[in-house]
């Protein structure tokens, strides 16, 4: 099968319909892994649209990253008509995904506790700062949370905690959302009852660092951040080239640093026998490493790059966000999907890192325009065409 095909076969979620009301990274990213696994996902926004679609700056791309196969139903909350619409719309549906501000749901009667009682199989999926807990009331963003769970200090140099150069926490955070949707929707399958689902920024990032909580148990010493750590491995570094190129090279054990010597034409680093073990390595990298850096330094990139990989040592050039539009093994792979989006252009989207029956999961619609399907699913639920264009007026 092509890699750019989705499967012959239904997808997973055919037939389940989500109802999602989110913004920003966290909810839409588990809306998002639903609807490509082939759920049908209604995304509910004020008339003016999820503000998300016009950040700027490093929020630019969240929009269009985390809200395709979509469709999108535009309705004022505030106005009693469009929240009982969306009411009906929740009656409808197999799943509801929310992201905001504790207390926002139940003010608006869109809490589990009622909403259960009007569809008793209705799993609710909500996207938190915190669990239950001291924290519960405290609002939280992906940097928040990377500063109080570890992730921050261990990232950056001492004394500079860095977050993490992605919303790590957010895309997790709604990856482990649609996890227990995914075990809610097949227990209801025996139970024929909904559940509700929780999922939290700060535990998630919790468990980002719990290795390193782990290896102060072990060892007695608390870990230090990555840029200051005792590596495990002799040789696993990065390494400015002849070109002016960088490179990750690893070498963890003894055959891999023996094929390593030769690649680079340095058999007496082999022949030391201060550095027969990785152990041995790891101790000599005061000295050793600073060597290293000289003899790479005489290489180019490329040439070290097929000898690298043909002779099996891990190697990584350091490459930047945009260069991924070319990688070669995302092109032949089919790693990037072709994406329309509301103006009728196209880009070229990551998919899920899934395959079924060998293919990948792809876009199967443009991404939707403010409200672009709100007729359609109101007259579905037999709405006129004024009382529709009512329940979209902000009141």
Same mark, same amino acid.
């Given at each position: 099968?092509?890699?750019?095909?989705? *499967?012959?076969?239904?997808?997973?979620?055919?037939?389940?319909?989500?109802?999602?009301?989110?913004?920003?990274?966290?909810?839409?990213?588990?809306?998002?892994?639903?609807?490509?696994?082939? &759920?049908?996902?209604?995304?509910?926004?004020?008339?003016?649209?999820?503000?998300?679609?016009?950040?700027?700056?490093?929020?630019?791309?969240?929009?269009?990253?985390?809200?395709?196969?979509?469709?999108?139903?535009?309705?004022?909350?505030?106005? *009693?008509?469009?929240?009982?619409?969306?009411?009906?719309?929740?009656? @409808? @549906?197999?799943?509801?995904?929310?992201?905001?501000?504790?207390?926002?749901?139940? &003010?608006?009667?869109?809490?589990? @506790?009622?909403?259960?009682?009007?569809?008793?199989?209705?799993?609710?999926?909500?996207?938190?700062?915190?669990?239950?807990? *001291?924290?519960?009331?405290?609002?939280?963003?992906?940097?928040?949370?990377?500063?109080?769970?570890?992730?921050?200090?261990?990232?950056?140099? &001492?004394?500079?905690?860095?977050?993490?150069?992605?919303?790590?926490?957010?895309?997790?955070?709604?990856?482990?959302?649609?996890?227990?949707?995914?075990?809610?929707?097949?227990?209801?399958?025996?139970?024929?009852?909904?559940?509700?689902?929780?999922?939290?920024?700060?535990?998630?990032c919790v468990l980002l660092s719990a290795q390193h909580m782990q290896q102060y148990i072990v060892t007695g010493m608390a870990a230090a951040p990555m840029p200051e750590r005792i590596s495990a491995w002799g040789i696993y570094d990065t390494f400015e080239l002849a070109d002016k190129e960088q490179m990750f090279v690893a070498a963890t054990g003894d055959a891999q640093w023996k094929t390593l010597c030769e690649i680079i034409q340095r058999p007496d680093l082999h022949a030391n026998a201060h550095l027969a073990s990785n152990n041995d390595r790891v101790l000599a990298r005061d000295?050793?490493?600073?060597?290293?850096?000289?003899?790479?330094?005489?290489?180019?990139?490329?040439?070290?790059?097929?000898?690298?990989?043909?002779?099996?040592?891990?190697?990584?050039?350091?490459?930047? *966000?945009?260069?991924?539009?070319?990688?070669?093994?995302?092109?032949?792979?089919?790693?990037?999907?072709?994406?329309?989006?509301?103006?009728? +252009?196209?880009?070229?989207?990551?998919?899920?890192?899934?395959?079924?029956?060998? @293919?990948?999961?792809?876009?199967?619609?443009?991404?939707?325009?403010?409200?672009?399907?709100?007729?359609?699913?109101?007259?579905?639920?037999?709405? +006129?065409?004024?009382?529709?264009?009512?329940?979209?007026?902000?009141?």
């Amino acid at each position: 099968m092509h890699p750019e095909q989705t *499967p012959n076969s239904p997808l997973p979620l055919a037939g389940i319909r989500v109802v999602e009301m989110t913004h920003m990274v966290m909810g839409p990213t588990c809306g998002m892994i639903l609807g490509d696994l082939g &759920a049908e996902v209604i995304k509910v926004e004020p008339p003016q649209g999820d503000r998300t679609r016009t950040l700027l700056g490093a929020g630019a791309g969240f929009f269009r990253t985390f809200n395709r196969n979509k469709k999108s139903v535009a309705l004022d909350v505030n106005n *009693p008509l469009g929240l009982d619409a969306l009411h009906k719309l929740i009656d @409808a @549906a197999d799943v509801f995904v929310e992201n905001f501000k504790p207390g926002r749901m139940a &003010a608006l009667g869109l809490d589990y @506790a009622t909403l259960k009682q009007r569809n008793p199989k209705l799993i609710y999926a909500s996207h938190k700062g915190f669990l239950s807990g *001291p924290y519960e009331k405290r609002l939280a963003l992906d940097e928040v949370v990377q500063m109080m769970a570890g992730l921050a200090y261990m990232t950056g140099p &001492a004394g500079m905690p860095l977050r993490a150069g992605s919303s790590v926490n957010d895309i997790m955070g709604g990856l482990f959302g649609a996890l227990g949707v995914l075990a809610a929707l097949f227990q209801r399958r025996q139970a024929q009852v909904g559940h509700e689902v929780q999922s939290a920024l700060f535990e998630n990032c919790v468990l980002l660092s719990a290795q390193h909580m782990q290896q102060y148990i072990v060892t007695g010493m608390a870990a230090a951040p990555m840029p200051e750590r005792i590596s495990a491995w002799g040789i696993y570094d990065t390494f400015e080239l002849a070109d002016k190129e960088q490179m990750f090279v690893a070498a963890t054990g003894d055959a891999q640093w023996k094929t390593l010597c030769e690649i680079i034409q340095r058999p007496d680093l082999h022949a030391n026998a201060h550095l027969a073990s990785n152990n041995d390595r790891v101790l000599a990298r005061d000295w050793l490493i600073p060597e290293l850096r000289t003899t790479l330094a005489r290489f180019d990139s490329s040439w070290l790059a097929r000898e690298f990989e043909e002779k099996s040592i891990p190697f990584a050039a350091i490459t930047r *966000p945009e260069q991924l539009f070319d990688d070669p093994h995302l092109l032949a792979s089919g790693g990037l999907g072709n994406q329309e989006l509301e103006d009728g +252009s196209t880009t070229r989207v990551p998919l899920l890192p899934i395959s079924l029956d060998g @293919a990948r999961l792809q876009p199967r619609m443009p991404i939707a325009s403010i409200g672009e399907h709100t007729s359609e699913i109101m007259q579905a639920l037999g709405y +006129s065409a004024e009382q529709i264009q009512e329940m979209k007026r902000t009141h």
